[in-house]
């Protein structure tokens, strides 16, 4: 973005059946700006992130389970660190800590490998969410396997 800043973009969307027969939900479009440091030949970062969520929290009523849909906007602090182990190889990580309508740590380890024209991705993230219906808290992990491009 600019050479003392990073900018970076998130969408996810995780959906699927939960308890007996009741929907789980979690999608979230992100935006952050991460402010580049240099230590040796590597970078890393404070930042800040922003961005709208949504979701089920789910509630134990009686013997039943019930779900209500929470929606609105995150944001909260960030630390970002980007390894280059060699030519081929970068490591990336994060940590954030986001507040709002679903307060919710999330942890996320990603190696990039270089190739002709694009990058492989082969990232695991864990996340622990906080909802006041219930005061319950979800965890989710998520492997990621993909590839990019950089523009």
């Given amino acids: 973005f600019h050479s003392k800043f990073i900018l970076n973009a998130d969408v996810l969307r995780q959906s699927g059946e939960v308890f007996e027969?009741?929907?789980?939900?979690?999608?979230?479009i992100l935006l952050g700006g991460t402010w580049?440091?240099?230590?040796?030949?590597?970078?890393w970062g404070p930042g800040l992130?922003?961005?709208?969520?949504?979701?089920?929290?789910y509630e134990v009523i009686g013997t039943e389970v019930s779900s209500s849909s929470v929606s609105g906007l995150v944001y909260g602090p960030h630390l970002?660190?980007?390894?280059?182990?060699?030519?081929?190889w970068e490591i990336q990580t994060k940590a954030a800590y986001l507040l709002g309508a679903i307060p919710?740590?999330?942890?996320?380890?990603?190696?990039?490998?270089?190739?002709?024209?694009f990058f492989m991705i082969l990232g695991l993230s864990y996340s622990s969410r906080?909802?006041?219906?219930?005061?319950?808290?979800?965890?989710?992990?998520?492997?990621s396997v993909g590839l990019g491009k950089e523009f």
Wanted: proline letters at 2%; charged letters at 25%; a positive charge.
């Fill in 36 to 43: 580049k440091r240099k230590l040796r030949d590597h970078l």
């Fill in 21 to 28: 027969g009741e929907q789980y939900l979690f999608q979230r």
């Fill in 49 to 57: 992130t922003v961005g709208q969520l949504s979701g089920y929290a």
């Fill in 80 to 88: 970002s660190g980007y390894w280059t182990l060699n030519p081929l």
């Fill in 104 to 117: 919710h740590i999330e942890l996320n380890l990603e190696a990039n490998r270089s190739l002709k024209n």
């Fill in 130 to 143: 906080t909802y006041e219906v219930g005061e319950g808290i979800q965890t989710s992990m998520r492997l």
